[in-house]
């Protein structure tokens, strides 16, 4: 059975990416070992881990000067680490409040610093992003790029003059980000770069030294930069899968998986925004390419959609349990025919199709 | 090629579990999906969750009024999270010391407890665990129940009135833990229990009445147990895992398991306490079933023989680099065919062959 897998994460993979996992599963390269056996210690793993860091640097084109860190635990554990490494001068975070995530941020920051809003869409059900000039002098100012629930995302730097630090869970690698406009992003994997387990951070060097003396080891951004992601095993399989992700994006080259991504997200709204049925309500300018919420404004006709975009092998459109309605997660692994594959439901159904 | 791995972690894992993890790896239960890319919200991965915590509570015969967890981090994040939920009221933690893992769940519990040793076996050079009785009042004892450098193990549980929380990373499941004994036991999984990347808690759900107001969401064992290890995106491969190497583990029987791997060490013991070349320093009692570190006393004939292994496809047997010489690790997945090549090539290179 083929199916399409609008889950907002974990993700579908690309299929070569699955069809590679699954062929050096027993036997990686000849070493009569699978991935899932080697030691963090041993030469294979390194030479992975290598790679993909090198492939990450040169996808995203990681200024000199920044570490990056494969870690544990989601975006979540970062809502802890970011304010106990990294306010410990004024004890006082700013955040830009754009939805769901900032929110879950701001309230593990609060358990560790001050923290204020600089700016909200909230006034606006969060359905666009905050574009006034902001001004912080906190430790850092924190912002949630895309915005998975809401369906909005950052498509401008906000410019401050203390360091900036974004969640680019559900965006990373789907556009350029210029990264030496951030201070540290961070991502969980299991959006666009592999499968859950593995949390990409990227962190400039002078923000190491921001991290106090009192901070347990596995807390510590130092810990993991000192030992290049070894101080303790790290989630050996997940950068492994991550590494065939980037190697999937290098070969197409990573400026047709950015066209593709916006032809899909595109289409997707052109529809959305002619159809008398269905709509989106984000603000044009702040739509997100990645996850794009809509409904027909009927809890019972969204049921019934959801069930007919099932029957048609469309799954995991259901939208976030606080937002209701449908959401379609067009990651860089969604092929055009899943979209064309949603596309023709979103019509078949429009036309009265059940 | 067909290799022997005697990894201490990630480690060896069962060829059926191996298989079977490639033959769904591209469609799990007809659902046109991988596992890696379910969304954790799913009904099939619930399932998954479901079922890989009955099989846990079935083979390790959980008490009821503990609360299974599936986190990340490793141990090391354990170290802090140990501490920050449980040394809550005196905020002093008693150790007993055992070696390399003992110091350093000391040194992160260090940052945020006083702390106590009060047994240690440091003036024997780790080679044995401390018997005499101990006393304790602190707000928990931290005792490492297998020691993977050392290649010491626990046989009795110290009795104190105080909770007991006990490491068991490298020898989960490869014995029978009366876990009414113990108020909280943690496991990294890529040992015994199938992946680097998931770390399990077991933990009595009084304790979970410990943690403080003011600790961010991922750090607290109350938000995992309160959630069911999904109020973020849990380590979903590690856990389908797990859940594989379970089933294997069942379809044998638990015991069948256990016997061969007393069976297995101790032919390796046997041979190496005869032999006139290698040798085992650790007390008699007091011997580690899984982590078995031998000696010719020599570092160039140990280099010597590390050499031969590997030309005898039998990796991964180098000695940790603080103790140095050979280590072989015999986790569930060692088969007894690779003990016996082991003690060929043992049998052989002390026989003059190189």
């Known amino acids: 059975m083929t199916v399409f897998n609008f889950s907002a994460g974990p993700a579908v993979l690309p299929v070569p990416v699955l069809l590679k996992a699954q062929s050096e599963l027993l036997n990686y390269q000849g070493s009569g070992q699978s991935v899932l056996e080697l030691s963090h210690r041993s030469a294979l793993f390194e030479t992975i881990l290598n790679e993909t860091e090198s492939l990450l640097r040169e996808l995203l084109e990681v200024p000199d000067g920044y570490h990056v860190l494969f870690l544990q635990g989601g975006a979540t554990l970062q809502f802890s680490m970011l304010p106990l490494n990294l306010a410990t001068n004024q004890h006082l975070i700013d955040f830009i409040d754009t939805g769901s995530w900032s929110q879950k941020a701001i309230q593990d920051a609060q358990v560790y610093a001050k923290t204020r809003i600089i700016a909200s869409s909230a006034s606006n059900l969060y359905r ?66 592999g499968s859950a387990g593995m949390t990409l951070v990227i962190i400039k060097d002078d923000l190491l030294e921001r991290t106090p003396a009192l901070l347990g080891s596995y807390l510590r951004y130092d810990t993991h930069a000192t030992h290049h992601s070894l101080y303790n095993t790290p989630p050996t399989y997940s950068i492994y899968l991550t590494k065939l992700v980037l190697e999937w994006i290098k070969e197409q080259g990573f400026e047709t998986v950015v066209r593709r991504n916006r032809q899909q997200a595109a289409a997707l709204y052109t529809y959305l925004d002619q159809s008398t049925l269905f709509s989106n309500a984000v603000a044009l300018t702040d739509r997100s390419r990645m996850n794009i919420p809509f409904t027909t404004g009927q809890t019972d006709l969204d049921e019934q959609f959801l069930k007919f975009a099932e029957r048609n092998q469309l799954v995991n459109l259901k939208g976030h349990r606080s937002v209701g309605g449908m959401r379609a997660s067009l990651y860089n692994a969604m092929p055009t025919s899943g979209v064309d594959a949603l596309l023709d439901a979103l019509h078949r159904f429009e036309q009265g199709e059940r």
Do not use: C, M, R
């Open 128 to 193: 666009s992003i905050p574009t006034d000039p902001v001004v912080s002098d906190a430790d850092y100012l924190h912002i949630t790029w895309n915005n998975t629930l809401e369906g909005t995302t950052y498509t401008h730097v906000p410019q401050v003059d203390v360091p900036l630090v974004a969640d680019f869970s559900s965006s990373i690698l789907s556009e350029p980000i210029d990264i030496s406009q951030f201070d540290l992003i961070y991502a969980g994997a299991q959006k666009n770069l």
